[in-house]
Structures are given as structure tokens and as C-alpha cells.
């Protein structure tokens, strides 16, 4: 079998020669499926040149079908021959068949346009909408007992967030381990459990019931997000890393704080989470060199390419950006003090154009569970860092916070 494709406008011609059968199957789905990986939701094959189609062809046409049915796309069989039209309809899929191209398909050929930074595609929201901020910091101590500020957190359909805690299980559960890592999105929650070898848990609200947490460190953002853009690769910067995607949350919500929520495909994602409860009196003594190996686990590499991530963060700029505790600098982007938080998914594809947050992040929980969730750095030592977090394609959405001076 022989394979080409060529831009269209908007589709993607597969030309596709020669026998569609088990020996050429899993090439074939392969093939599609990385091209809508790359972005490519509008597919027609031009089936003029299929002498044959199996059973197992078939099945590898259903693959690529109900990918594209999960991202809104299109996949038509156009130009048929009289041998493969027939076996397609006998077996139930003429929806299918088209005898010839779409309307609007051009005549010639081209690459698609491409949209750089800061240019990205975005769509306004709510533009005059805000997130509140509300704060837990009971980590290393800086928060007295009886403070009012540890009772157990809600995250419901409106609250994002991220932090160090644990599911809430009753006043007399007797569960004191201080919990892990979480990242919090419209009603879903990822919890890392403090072990190496333990996997992610997560709560989702379903009528009446919302995800409790107790949270030795927290931060939740609630409101409505304001904007969304999308991003994906380009010749001049084939990934995009964390610190540009939040340069466009800047540029877009105007703000010197904001608040920010991400899905996309993973370049490498750069992280630690913790394998030890936390409780030290004090951050430095938590953090200091060697004991820090015993409680916290740092990625040895970048981590998770092509699998899909949840990534929910707050972001500041500005000269009182380092008075922030409950932000961190950036070594490689001296200007940006954040702290961002990422759950790890099996990779689906996002369908094109303006996506609904909560449905979005619904899907992703209702697929396979997450595999990590793990607190992103900076590691920008020379030489031998490992440098920022980066993803290839996705979506973020974002707004201004209101009340920054939580974070003082």
C-alpha cells in the first residue's frame, strides 16, 4: 500500500493506494491517528486507488472514524472504487462514502495557515469576569491552629486550584498522613498520594456531592475564566513552553496576576512531588540538601511526552511579584513568579476551535485515570537542568485575579 497526503484549506487528503488489508492495517490507522495527533480534524481518503478492503481494514477505518468523532472532525471516503463502495456499505458504514469532494474543497493545494505568538487564536469569554483567591498555608507552619483557615476546602463547578492535601474522610477518620500533591479543575480532582509507587486517586462532583479536601497548602481560584486561546506548534518555536503560554495569559487578561488553566499534549514536563508527609516547621528546613532526597522526588528527565496534560497556575509579574510568598520565581524568566501544579492523563485529542472547560476536563476524567501529579520547576542549572515544563498543542483558558494580596 502507498500512502500521501497533501493540504487542502482546512482537509487533509489521504491518498491511499493499493490493498487495505491486515498486512497494511496498522499502518494505516497509525498514519491518521499522528496526523490528528499534529492537529488534522478535517480527513478525507481518496479511496480511487483501494483494490482491496478487509475486514481488518475496516476496523482500522473505524479507528480512525471514531477518533475524529471525538474532537467534532470529519472523515469521509471519497471516489470510491465500485469493489470498496459495496463492502463499506454491506458492512453498516456508508455514512462514509462521498461520490466526490466537499464544496468547498480547493483546487490546489497548500499548507495550512499557522497563527504565531502572540497572535494565538483566542475567544473572549466573560472579558470583564475575575478570579477570587482564597489560601491555605499550613505547610511549614506559617498558619497557627485556630486561625480559621483550616477547615476543609470544597472545589466545586466554579473553583480551580492546586496544592498539598488530602481527601476529606470525616472529623474521627484518624488520617493524619498530610496528603500529596492535587490539582483541582470545575468539580474534578487528581490526588498524588506521598509514595513513589503509589498512583493518582480523584473525586469528581456528581449531583449533590462535592470534592472535600483538608489542605496543608493551598491555592484556589474561583470565578469564571475570562478568555481562552489555543496553541500549537509553529516553525520558529515547535514547543510551547510554559513561560510563553504564560506570557499570552498576560497579554490577553492585561493583568500582573492571573490565573490559568491548561490542557495540552506534553513536549516534557519538569517536576517533583512528595514521597514523604510534609509538616516541617520551616520551608528551609523541609528543603535543605540532603534530607530534601528522603522527601521529595525530582524527575531525572523530562517527563510524560505525549500524554495529555491538566495544568492549573498562578502567575505574577510586576514589582510586587517577589513579595508573593506563595509564588515562586523563575530562574530562566527572572520576570514571572508562579506555581503551577499538572495532572497527567493518557493522550485524547482536543477538538479544534473554543472548547467548554468544565466538559473538556470531564472527558479527560472519564477516560483512563491520571498517571502522576507532580508540582512543575524551573530547572534551569547550566549544563546539566533539565529547563521548563513545555507542551506541543492545547488549549488554556485564564483571567485576572482580583484580590492578589492573598498571596503577601
Not at 470544597?154 to 474522610?169: I, L, R
Request: with cysteine.
Amino acid at each position: 500500500m502507498q500512502l500521501t497526503h497533501s493540504k487542502h484549506g482546512k482537509y487533509l487528503l489521504i491518498q491511499a493506494a493499493g490493498r487495505l488489508d491486515a498486512s497494511w492495517s496498522d499502518l494505516f490507522s497509525e498514519t491518521l491517528l499522528e496526523h490528528i495527533r499534529e492537529g488534522e480534524h478535517q480527513v478525507l481518503v481518496d479511496a480511487s486507488g483501494l483494490k482491496f478492503l478487509s475486514s481488518a481494514g475496516i476496523r482500522s477505518l473505524l479507528i480512525v472514524y471514531k477518533e475524529l468523532r471525538k474532537v467534532g472532525g470529519t472523515f469521509r471516503l471519497v471516489r470510491s472504487t465500485d469493489f470498496v463502495r459495496d463492502t463499506i456499505t454491506v458492512t453498516g458504514f456508508a455514512e462514509w462514502l462521498s461520490p466526490d469532494f466537499p464544496k468547498d474543497f480547493p483546487a490546489e493545494s497548500g499548507e495550512a495557515s499557522v497563527v504565531a505568538h502572540p497572535d494565538r487564536e483566542h475567544y473572549v469569554l466573560a472579558g470583564d469576569s475575575g478570579l477570587t483567591l482564597t489560601r491555605v498555608d499550613k505547610l511549614f507552619g506559617k498558619i497557627p491552629a485556630g486561625s480559621g483557615r483550616e477547615k476543609e476546602t470544597p472545589f466545586g463547578m466554579n473553583d480551580f486550584g492546586f496544592g498539598v492535601g488530602e481527601a476529606f474522610q470525616g472529623e474521627d477518620s484518624g488520617d493524619t498522613s498530610g496528603g500529596g500533591e492535587f490539582v483541582a479543575a470545575a468539580g474534578h480532582v487528581a490526588l498524588q498520594p506521598p509514595d513513589e509507587r503509589g498512583r493518582p486517586d480523584y473525586l469528581i462532583a456528581e449531583k449533590r456531592y462535592i470534592p472535600e479536601l483538608k489542605c496543608r497548602q493551598m491555592l484556589k481560584y474561583s470565578g469564571d475564566m475570562s478568555y481562552i486561546f489555543r496553541f500549537k506548534p509553529i516553525d520558529q518555536n515547535p514547543v510551547n513552553e510554559i513561560s510563553k503560554i504564560i506570557d499570552t495569559v498576560f497579554g490577553l487578561t492585561g493583568a500582573d496576576v492571573a490565573g490559568f488553566v491548561v490542557l495540552g499534549e506534553i513536549e516534557g514536563l519538569v517536576g517533583a512531588s512528595l514521597v514523604q508527609s510534609a509538616g516541617m516547621p520551616r520551608r528551609d528546613d523541609f528543603l535543605a540538601w540532603p534530607d530534601v532526597r528522603d522527601r521529595l522526588s525530582f524527575c531525572g528527565e523530562r517527563s510524560y511526552a505525549h500524554e495529555q496534560a491538566l495544568v492549573t497556575g498562578i502567575a505574577a509579574r510586576g514589582d510586587k511579584r517577589e513579595d508573593f510568598t506563595a509564588l515562586y520565581p523563575m530562574p530562566s524568566r527572572p520576570d514571572l513568579s508562579v506555581h503551577i501544579h499538572a495532572a497527567v492523563f493518557p493522550y485524547q485529542p482536543l477538538p479544534n476551535g473554543r472548547l467548554e472547560l468544565r466538559s473538556s476536563v470531564s472527558r479527560f476524567f472519564g477516560g483512563p485515570p491520571p498517571r502522576a501529579v507532580m508540582h512543575l520547576i524551573d530547572d534551569a542549572r547550566p549544563a546539566i537542568g533539565l529547563g521548563e515544563s513545555a507542551l506541543i498543542r492545547g488549549a488554556c483558558w485564564c483571567g485576572p485575579v482580583l484580590n492578589p494580596e492573598v498571596l503577601l
